[in-house]
């Protein structure tokens, strides 16, 4: 079966660079999407506690029956429970629902700086590692202005920052941040949530390569050496997103898909967000 291939963590973990997200996927579909997702070949969960599925993705994971240590699964920290205590907390009840006795990744979900409270947070989430409750931690949504004033405060690096990042909003600056501090840098949103698969670009390298333009996106986002985890719970898409290991993009390709960016944000913006 054809695998993803993995991205070297700056604590020495390697990553799937190629994942399935659940957001908005009730129970039940999350359990079918991973379930799915694992069959062929997926080997990379990304969820919250905010999306109320981690349930489904634990019995996604039962019923695929993929050994625990051949699959990476992702958690986030809502924003409500920011704070070294609630922190604490957060992870076990995450651990209980998901069934799993770690997380290879747990992430603070959005820096709400309003709250003031990301620095605390990212205190439990270090001692959590040192318990060995997760076996990587990052962040997501963080500006560079957020990520020095972690190094600043704790001087513990994130080992992945998950952000906004698609055809229409390319992340360049942040992107060489990360790439300075050894942070990779993992794209949510990678299809621009859709928007991306009717470009008229995509559309004519997709058609160039025989592939479909989510195919495309999704090659690019590996080209660029980010980790991607696009969403669906289609069957048939959750397979055609992973079929783009045997073919690749050429630099007129690269330079094409580069040209659409037009720092064009879907989510909110991080300093604004709590
Ligand atoms: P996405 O860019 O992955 O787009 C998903 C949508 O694209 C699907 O709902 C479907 O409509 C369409 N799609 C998927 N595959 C397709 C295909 N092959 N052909 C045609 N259409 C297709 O958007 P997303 O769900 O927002 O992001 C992916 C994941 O990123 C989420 O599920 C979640 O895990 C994560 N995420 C994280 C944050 C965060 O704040 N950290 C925010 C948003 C999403």
């Known amino acids: 079966m054809t695998t993803s291939p993995s991205i070297q963590l700056n604590d020495g973990r390697l990553m799937p660079q190629l994942g399935l997200g659940v957001w908005q996927a009730s129970v039940a579909q999350a359990r079918e999407a991973v379930r799915t997702a694992l069959e062929c070949g997926y080997r990379s969960i990304d969820t919250a506690a905010i999306y109320e599925n981690e349930e489904g993705v634990g ?43 770690y997380v290879d990744l747990f992430l603070i979900h959005w820096p709400a700086p309003q709250r ?62 990360h790439a300075r501090f050894g942070i990779v840098t993992e794209a949510w949103s990678p299809l621009g949530q859709g928007q991306a ?13 025989g592939r479909t333009p989510a195919q495309v996106v999704i090659r690019w986002h590996l080209e660029c050496g980010q980790v991607a985890i696009p969403k669906s719970v289609t069957p048939e898409r959750i397979r055609e997103n992973f079929r783009v290991f045997d073919f690749r993009l050429d630099a007129d390709d690269i330079a094409a898909i580069d040209d659409l960016d037009r720092n064009h944000r879907i989510g909110p913006h991080p300093d604004r967000f709590f």
């Open 197 to 209: 698969l009717n470009d008229d670009v995509i559309i004519r390298v997709a058609r160039k390569h």
């Open 59 to 101: 019995q996604g994971l039962g019923d695929a029956g993929v050994p625990r240590d051949e699959v990476f699964v992702t958690t986030k920290l809502w924003n409500e429970s920011q704070g070294y205590d609630e922190a604490m907390r957060a992870l076990p009840a995450s651990l209980d629902r998901l069934g799993l006795d």
């Open 116 to 177: 003031g409270r990301y620095v605390d947070s990212w205190r439990a989430l270090a001692h959590l590692r040192n318990e060995g409750r997760v076996r990587s931690i990052g962040v997501s949504n963080f500006t560079p202005a957020h990520l020095q004033r972690l190094f600043d405060d704790t001087g513990i690096t994130p080992a992945v920052n998950q952000v906004e990042l698609h055809p229409y909003l390319q992340q360049r600056e942040l992107r060489h941040f």
